[in-house]
């Protein structure tokens, strides 16, 4: 006892002192940012007026992106389209300003990251208004999907980045072993990353936290329909950055089309990508050309499982927060809804009841639970996909229905709607959705589950309920996908430890964890002698220039004394090394 006596008062004392430093508050400056402009009844005159955006493309001939509300197509202003020669000269300015930041400590950047957060707790309500104006969710959705994740994302950086961020120790093997070995994560140079409009928060605060904080500049092209709010929040970013001492143009926002993000994938260090198939494989196809390594995460059409065991009531009210948030505001929405025979009349009629329920509106104007869908014509998209289960025998049971709306802006809404007799013949089981439709089709057996799952050339995240977690588990286990939730939806994105990314059209690559924190580095492995200058590396007689005529009867002695399989043929072949080099050492001996 007197021996650990002295240990555990030292480990307790230590524990106390942590304890309390954790009491003391940070020195966190207040930043002031001007919002004048985006708030509610701010709106200059030339900017009042109701938008009818031109349909298809046409939008894209013009040098500016023009920007409105889709929960009442009112005018939100414009901004310019920028050409490939103006987005090249804000890459290099982003490249002058990554060389100082790459010197700069991590207390500057910890310090950069909590002035953000205290910006985004005393300013959620103008934040989430500003998203909601911008692409037509509720506050609520904008709550959970941009400040609850962004705030969790921060905190994890400020408590773990700068661990995975120094050099890490590896074993150096049998053959190095009197070296030291290490990997070391150095800045990669200039990211790009191009954002799609769903959580236009979220989509620029989650990779210019990695960027910046692993010592990279980064240049953001914001999507075309979410301009508007994209540029605001950058605001929030330049007053911390410049709160701190940062360089200017460490972190820019560019907008424009896809001229401006051709021109951004040609001339950065890494490119990520949020966004569609068929846009992530253009930029692969432009990446090639510098090869760039590239994050693609491409959407997906997650399957919602249900077993007979599982609480109705309960996973029903999860189910149908998963289908609106999908209205046109979540990145993973559960799309397929596969659940177990011997519940899936209850589990319907309790969807349906919920459905009911549901209010649709403008989601400023009063209380709502869901609101518009951001993109133009896409409510046109979504009634064709229905139309296309309903001819091949699907029926609807429940539609939602509206609020109030206002006469230019009837088709930025879309009904929650739910399906049944539905099967993967249908474009419904097989296409992102992006949108309020709960398709519900039975299953018998939970192989048959995993293979209706599987089936879908997405493979991003999937969600399994049982009343047996080890059940769920194993389903999950079988899926085929990058995120998967047990007796849960959506949970892994609040994990911000955890990596996030997907398999098949669902892309590749990850952000988010350890793994989209390093994907921001140059991973360096360095190997130097443990004991220099007393120990190192001699390449051995036998086998140094020109090579002794037993060189490769030692070097098969020296490979089966370091990975033979049992402790004989290791001492024989200890005994043949030393024999040939004693050998060797006679022959030099005598030549002399």
Same mark, same amino acid.
């Given at each position: ?52 955006? $031109? ?51 991590? +207390? ?7 002035? #953000? ?17 911008? @692409? ?24 773990? &980045?700068?661990?995975?961020? *120094? ?34 928060? /979220?989509?620029?605060?989650?990779? !210019? ?34 709160? %701190?001492?940062? $360089?200017?143009? #460490?972190?820019?926002?560019?907008? &424009? ?16 990508? %949020? ?38 009531? /309960? ?24 659940? /177990? ?36 014509? /896409? ?6 996909? =229905? ?37 993967? @013949? !249908? ?24 293979? #209706? ?49 997907? %398999? ?53 002695? #020296? ?10 043929? +290791?001492?024989?072949?200890? =005994?043949? %090394? ?11 001996? *005598?030549?002399?």
């Amino acid at each position: 006892m007197a021996f650990w006596w002295p240990l555990i008062v030292a480990a307790s004392a230590y524990a106390i002192c942590r304890f309390l430093l954790m009491l003391i508050p940070f020195n966190v400056p207040s930043i002031d940012v001007d919002a004048s402009d985006v708030t509610e009844g701010n709106q200059t005159q030339e900017n009042s007026f109701i938008y009818i955006p $031109p349909r298809g493309r046409a939008q894209q001939s013009d040098k500016k992106v023009q920007c409105y509300e889709p929960a009442t197509m009112k005018y939100l202003g414009f901004f310019p389209a920028l050409s490939p020669a103006e987005v090249h000269d804000r890459v290099a300015q982003a490249r002058k300003a990554q060389k100082i930041w790459a010197e700069s400590s991590f +207390k500057q950047r910890r310090q950069f990251l909590r002035i #953000l957060l205290k910006y985004i707790i005393e300013h959620q309500e103008l934040i989430c208004e500003v998203s909601s104006r911008d @692409t037509g969710k509720t506050m609520v959705d904008a709550s959970l999907g941009e400040i609850m994740t962004t705030c969790e994302k921060i905190t994890w950086l400020l408590s773990e &980045g700068e661990k995975w961020l *120094k050099p890490e120790y590896r074993c150096s093997g049998r053959a190095m072993f009197y070296k030291k070995s290490r990997v070391e994560f150095h800045p990669l140079g200039v990211i790009g990353a191009i954002v799609s409009w769903n959580y236009p928060f /979220h989509n620029i605060f989650n990779p !210019m936290l990695a960027a910046v904080f692993s010592g990279n500049s980064i240049v953001i092209k914001v999507s075309e329909n979410a301009s508007w709010s994209g540029l605001f929040y950058f605001r929030i970013i330049q007053a911390a950055l410049a709160a %701190v001492g940062a $360089p200017e143009n #460490l972190v820019d926002v560019i907008t &424009g089309f896809a001229e401006t993000g051709e021109a951004l994938v040609s001339s950065v260090d890494k490119i990520i990508f %949020v966004g569609s198939p068929g846009v992530g494989k253009m930029i692969m196809r432009n990446a090639s050309d510098t090869l760039i390594p590239v994050t693609l995460e491409l959407g997906g059409k997650d399957p919602f499982i249900v077993c007979e065991d599982a609480d109705v009531s /309960h996973v029903a009210q999860i189910a149908v927060r998963a289908v609106l948030q999908s209205s046109g505001q979540n990145c993973a929405g559960a799309e397929r809804f596969y659940v /177990h025979r011997d519940i899936y009349s209850s589990f319907v009629t309790e969807v349906t009841k919920i459905v009911k329920s549901v209010s649709v509106g403008p989601p400023l104007a009063g209380r709502c639970d869901m609101g518009a869908i951001c993109l133009q014509e /896409h409510s046109d998209k979504l009634q064709i996909l =229905v139309n296309d289960a309903l001819e091949k025998g699907a029926e609807i049971v429940v539609r939602g229905s509206f609020g109030h709306l206002g006469e230019g802006a009837v088709d930025q809404f879309y009904p929650p709607t739910v399906l049944v007799n539905v099967d993967h @013949t !249908m474009k419904l089981m097989q296409e992102e959705t992006f949108g309020p439709i709960m398709p519900i089709m039975k299953f018998s057996t939970d192989d048959e589950a995993v293979k #209706l799952a599987n089936d879908s050339r997405y493979g991003l995240g999937c969600a399994v309920f049982s009343g047996s977690q080890r059940r769920a588990r194993e389903i999950a286990s079988q899926i085929h996908c990058g995120v998967a939730a047990v007796n849960d939806f959506a949970s892994n994105y609040m994990c911000q430890s955890l990596p996030f990314g997907g %398999v098949k059209d669902s892309g590749f690559g990850r952000f988010a964890g350890v793994e989209g924190l390093r994907a921001c580095c140059l991973v360096k492995s360095v190997v130097e002698d443990r004991l220099w200058p007393y120990i190192i590396t001699k390449i051995p007689k036998p086998i140094q220039y020109p090579v002794g005529e037993n060189g490769f009867e030692f070097q098969q002695s #020296l490979v089966e004394l370091l990975y033979g399989l049992n402790i004989r043929d +290791k001492l024989r072949a200890l =005994v043949n %090394v030393l024999k040939i080099l004693s050998e060797q050492n006679s022959s030099n001996s *005598k030549s002399r």
